[in-house]
């Protein structure tokens, strides 16, 4: 029989401190809502003597969600732990997340005290937290760092308190898998009363190694593992929770473990994650990057039409992604252009193939991105409308009330075409001004804007997505001015369409 791994979210605490990220309440409750209904275990809620809002977020937090337990943090203060104890009064499961440094550089540097202080302070911390609630996790915070057989007393002394979890941070991201699956196994080897607590591991990726020394730790007995959405987290994140929870039951049999989380639904929450924190993640971030199902070599889309496990071990539909993408460049082969082609509806003999197929890698290479009226312009096929198109006049008035008008004129396979646009902010008007000219039925998934170099003058970049009876396709602008960039933008994702 496979153990649970109980899946520790601190999206809402450790992923909020990204600087730009920080939520407000409402959209805190809607994050917890999707990650309730995504099924992780505990939801740390966030830091609540840090700021009223926090408090309040997790006051709020605890009366909208019922499953998971809800986690409030603290130091090992009182004062700290009484504010816990009192936000988590609507949980309907609750705990206490203390802690305090057990390094040798913390102890020194950060608390100027001894080993002995420290112990005293934990013990007196896990035993008054556990005296307002019945489930206390305690952080034994650069556990990564730490001296053995301190870290060992550390867990021992927490326990007989009343720790009912134990958290061995990496907190500075330090460890190889080895090294901290060694210190795991070493608390569960020789912490006499290890059996009365879990053991959790909460890993950060400075050196890129959260999700493997995550893995190593669970290998070693620990059963819970702090994770974040999209990894994100301070400094440079948290362990990924849709690459821990993937690589469990990708290993299921090899592993043995398992977890309550819906994996159908990591794409969209990845997604809620990236539009509320208008934190962009990596085209080639595992599981929920764009690319993550992207093939553009000749070999490996040959090998995925032929049979899709050739070169994916995990099916796209398994995280909720719409499906595996067949990348048309310079470097595909004629079965990825046969696809393509047959997909439009044209079937095409062997030696009709071939003289297309040369005709397509002249144009590949002049070319970065191919969509369906490239395709059929090779075929000497008519486009549909809004296949070449291209802006040439684009002006956009806003007001005080938030009220724009954009007025654009866009050549469209040669001829051209003029609309006015109203809408609610310069993006919205010139998006209603294109849908007049070329409509798609299209719905915006995703906009997004990143700098180059930084500056006033700087040149925006825009990502978006469109989709369309659960086809989705992407579209690139890049201009000093970021709305004329985003009707760039715009124009070619729906012309993919």
Same mark, same amino acid.
């Given at each position: ?151 060992? =007393? ?28 060694? =210190? ?207 802006? =040439? ?65 700087? &040149? ?11 086809? &989705? ?25």
């Amino acid at each position: 029989m496979e153990d649970k791994v109980y899946v520790f979210d601190t999206t809402l605490r450790d992923g909020e401190q990204v600087p730009g990220c920080q939520l407000n309440t409402v959209e805190k409750i809607e994050v917890a809502k999707a990650l309730e209904e995504l099924g992780v275990d505990i939801i740390e809620a966030g830091f609540p003597i840090s700021s009223p809002g926090d408090f309040q977020s997790v006051v709020e937090i605890s009366k909208a969600v019922s499953k998971p337990r809800i986690c409030a943090l603290t130091r090992s203060v009182e004062k700290d732990i009484d504010c816990a104890a009192e936000a988590l009064q609507y949980a309907k499961l609750g705990r206490i997340h203390t802690g305090i440094g057990v390094s040798d550089m913390h102890i020194k540097y950060k608390f100027k005290t001894s080993h002995e202080n420290i112990l005293e302070r934990a013990a007196k911390a896990a035993r008054y937290a556990r005296n307002l609630i019945d489930d206390v996790e305690f952080y034994c915070e650069d556990a990564g760092r730490a001296n053995l057989d301190f870290l060992a =007393k550390m867990v021992e002394t927490v326990i007989a308190n009343g720790a009912t979890v134990v958290n061995i941070p990496d907190t500075t991201g330090y460890c190889t898998p080895d090294q901290y699956g060694a =210190k795991i196994k070493f608390l569960k080897d020789n912490v006499p009363n290890i059996d009365k607590a879990i053991i959790s591991v909460h890993c950060h990726n400075d050196l890129g190694l959260a999700t493997a020394n995550t893995i190593a730790g669970l290998q070693n007995g620990a059963r819970q593992m702090e994770v974040t959405i999209n990894g994100i987290g301070e400094r440079a994140g948290n362990t990924s929770l849709e690459e821990a929870v993937m690589i469990l039951k990708a290993h299921h049999e090899g592993l043995g473990m398992h977890t309550d989380v819906d994996s159908t639904k990591l794409y969209g929450m990845s997604r809620m994650i990236t539009r509320l924190m208008s934190m962009p993640v990596q085209p080639n971030k595992a599981i929920v990057g764009r690319n993550a199902f992207a093939h553009s070599s000749g070999i490996h889309q040959d090998g995925v039409l032929k049979h899709r496990e050739n070169y994916e071990i995990i099916d796209p539909k398994d995280v909720g992604y719409p499906d595996s993408s067949i990348i048309l460049t310079a470097r595909s082969g004629r079965a990825a252009l046969k696809h393509h082609v047959e997909r439009l509806g044209v079937n095409l003999d062997q030696d009709e193939l071939d003289e297309v197929y040369k005709k397509f890698l002249h144009l590949a290479d002049e070319k970065k991105d191919f969509n369906d009226e490239d395709i059929l312009a090779l075929l000497g096929k008519e486009g549909t409308e809004g296949g070449n198109v291209e802006i =040439k006049e684009f002006s956009v008035n806003c007001s005080s009330e938030q009220h724009s008008v954009c007025k654009i004129a866009i050549e469209v396979n040669g001829e051209l075409k003029r609309a006015e646009g109203e809408g609610n902010g310069p993006l919205d008007a010139t998006i209603n001004a294109i849908r007049k000219i070329i409509s798609r039925g299209d719905r915006l998934e995703e906009y997004l804007v990143q700098t180059v170099t930084g500056g006033s003058d700087d &040149y925006g970049k825009v990502h978006i997505q469109v989709s369309k009876d659960g086809i &989705y396709h992407y579209g690139f602008g890049a201009d000093t001015d970021v709305i004329y960039a985003s009707a760039q933008a715009y124009l070619e994702a729906i012309s993919k369409l």
